[in-house]
């Protein structure tokens, strides 16, 4: 089972969402409510547990963890979008519980990355994208208002202006035998999740997490977690914590 990638253009000039939203429409049921539910290990982060439609989240540090938090509305129907993410592993995206066949890739969307943003926004109830440069505080109020009308999420893995909130990868912790550069049998990796509120106020939450296998998990919900297959090398792990595909 493979994703559908789209790319930033197309014999017929029309936005690369626009050919899938007949499907779309026919097979997601209904937009689910208020928020966008999220993993249990993650839950703690957001006020009410899960994301709130029509609001911007951005996630600059970490790719594992713009997968976790597309995870749960994937499990639970809904289709996403990822722009401008080529290092998206279909392997990790799988291993965290995305549905492959209601992901929409454009990898490597140039310079129309924010006309990709918001056919996808029109389109899909949560999108992940990672600019290539800051948007002009113009175009991201356009978009954040194209948000709020359709009640999506979007996740973005940069700066952004007027977030709900900002979501980094405060400390890292490498989980397995022998490790050292290079080498070593990884079996998770446990990390401090921050969520900064934005609009200047608000509350920090921090939770740990730890990703083992099908993670992520609370430190203390080990018992029955998938693991790494054994002999995977401290090398098949980039820096932002998630399998790379083709090694191990």
Known sequence: MSSATA????PSGRAPAS?????IDAMQATRLGGLLPTLPALAGLFPGGGLRHGCVYT???STTLVMALLAAPSRDGAWCGVVGLPDFGIEAAAGLGIALDRLVQVPR???????VTAALVDALPVVAVRPPSP???ADAARLAARLRQRGGVLLVAGPWTAGEAELTIEARHW?????????GSLSGMSVTVVAAAGHGGGMTRRASVVFAGGGPHPPNDAAGLPHLPAGRSGAAWDE???LREGTG
Do not use: C, I, K, M
Request: no cysteine; glycine share 20%.
């Open 7 to 10: 790319t930033s253009s197309s």
């Open 19 to 23: 050919g899938l939203q007949d499907q």
């Open 59 to 61: 996630v600059p540090n």
């Open 109 to 115: 969307p140039g310079d129309r990355w924010l006309a």
């Open 135 to 137: 948007a002009r505080s």
């Open 175 to 183: 989980e397995g035998l022998g490790l050292g550069p290079g080498h």
């Open 240 to 242: 932002a914590g998630f």
